[in-house]
């Protein structure tokens, strides 16, 4: 069975290396709606695949982009110091912040953070299926399970600016995922 959660962000970036004009030259946003889906072989107690509180850390991490400037890593020095000296909120991808690279990195960050969440009440093996990132009304891109296959890189390269950090509720919920350190299922007992 699958299961669906969506959430939403307001982003801006510059997508370099594109065919628009547009878009690799202009800094510019979107309102994005992030659809994540999880799928499993059994369904728990409460006949679910699994209670949506378990997607705090999802929720946190979406929400990391919100109001948040996406920065490339290959970004020039010129640009990434215009960036950080005029935003607090940046995301720093290792991948272009297009919609297919969105896409892509959720898939992969969110289907650690479900591997690396406690479930406790009767789950079958709850895993992330795939990550439809809308950046317009009219388009979306979206990874799948076997798309994790395309990552060339690490948690250790997305890095979030101190004013992202601070707005976390749980302060070592990133490091803690780093450190492939569980987390403890506090909503349900």
Not at 12 to 17: K, M, T
Not at 126 to 135: G, L
Not at 172 to 181: G, I, P, R, S, V
Request: glycine residues 4%.
């Amino acid at each position: 069975m699958i299961i669906r959660k969506l959430f939403k962000f307001e982003g801006a970036h510059i997508v370099r290396n594109c065919s628009s004009k547009r878009c690799k030259e202009n800094i510019h946003g979107h309102s994005y709606i992030v659809e994540v889906f999880i799928k499993s072989n059994k369904l728990d107690k409460g006949y679910m695949v699994m209670d949506f509180t378990l997607l705090d850390k999802v929720k946190t991490f979406v929400d990391s982009f919100d109001h948040s400037y996406s920065l490339w890593n290959i970004e020039d020095a010129e640009m990434r110091q215009f960036i950080q000296k005029y935003n607090k909120r940046i995301a720093e991808m290792p991948i272009s912040p297009s919609a297919e690279g969105y896409a892509l990195l959720f898939a992969f960050v969110i289907d650690k953070i479900i591997k690396n969440t406690e479930f406790a009440n009767g789950e079958g093996n709850v895993m992330m299926s795939s990550v439809r990132v809308h950046e317009t009304a009219t388009g979306y891109a979206e990874a799948y399970r076997e798309d994790l296959d395309l990552i060339d890189f690490t948690l250790n390269d997305i890095i979030f600016s101190e004013a992202i950090v601070e707005e976390w509720k749980d302060k070592d919920w990133w490091e803690d995922l780093l450190n492939d350190k569980k987390f403890i299922n506090q909503f349900l007992s």
